[in-house]
Nanobody
Framework: VQLQASGGGLVQAGASLRLSCAASGRRSSPYSVVGWFRQGPGKERAFVAAIAWDSDNRVYTDSREERFTISRDNAKNEVYLHVNGLKPDDTAVYYC??????????????????WGQGTQVTVSS
């Protein structure tokens, strides 16, 4: 399974972006969860959102955070992360990842076997 993340860029605070994650290669059951993580300068990689491939399960790092929306297009084998109202603190490399593990592990970096190369999001104030 290969993952390709795209859609990042340099934007001003308040802007919106849609990040895309395209999956290619064998689909048959190697992954059941796709997650988005981000790693800011000098920070550890952190969970942002995850979506199950074959159910309605989706979750965000903070249930109160309404700026992020994760969605998928099964026909295209793509997962998206919409981010509204971008803030300078959102500056990071955003990674998509795929896991074949149970849904309960969706926040755990080490449970994801497949990773995309990351897409840089830079938010200026």
């Amino acid at each position: 399974v290969q993952l390709q993340a795209s859609g990042g860029g340099l934007v001003q605070a308040g802007a919106s972006l849609r990040l895309s994650c395209a999956a290619s290669g064998r689909r048959s059951s190697p992954y059941s969860v796709v997650g988005w993580f981000r790693q800011g300068p000098g920070k550890e990689r952190a969970f942002v959102a995850a979506i199950a491939w074959d159910s309605d399960n989706r979750v965000y790092t903070d249930s109160r955070e309404e700026r992020f929306t994760i969605s998928r297009d099964n026909a295209k084998n793509e997962v998206y992360l919409h981010v509204n109202g971008l803030k300078p603190d959102d500056t990071a490399v955003y990674y998509c990842a795929a896991s074949g593990q149970d849904w309960r592990w969706h926040r755990i970096v080490s449970k994801y076997a497949y990773w995309g190369q990351g897409t840089q999001v830079t938010v200026s104030s």
